[in-house]
């Protein structure tokens, strides 16, 4: 499922309006319209509140988000793939 799908549903499921959601986690409708159709990615600010209203799964939702960004990031490139490897062993190496 993609963020916005996400959101949406989440919204929807509990019932609340754009408006309603938009004023909760303190941004705009559009703003709230343009996270839902994917147009826009949340702040990490605004996605901690909207998984905070929305009652959502913490580590599920930020892991969503950040491969969100990653894939902005990386698309395209010719070796993203690599990188994203090269990537993950860095990491792995610092946890230890």
Wanted: no cysteine.
């Amino acid at each position: 499922m993609e963020l916005g799908e996400l959101i949406k549903s989440a919204r929807e499921g509990k019932g609340l309006l754009m408006r309603e959601l938009a004023a909760n986690i303190e941004v705009d409708i559009a703003q709230i319209s343009r996270f839902e159709k994917g147009d826009r990615r949340p702040t990490k600010e605004q996605i901690l509140k909207l998984i905070d209203v929305l009652e959502l799964d913490k580590e599920e939702v930020l892991t969503l988000w950040l491969s969100n960004k990653i894939i902005n990031d990386v698309e395209g490139e010719e070796v993203a793939l690599q990188a994203l490897k090269l990537a993950q062993n860095r990491i792995k190496k610092r946890k230890h």
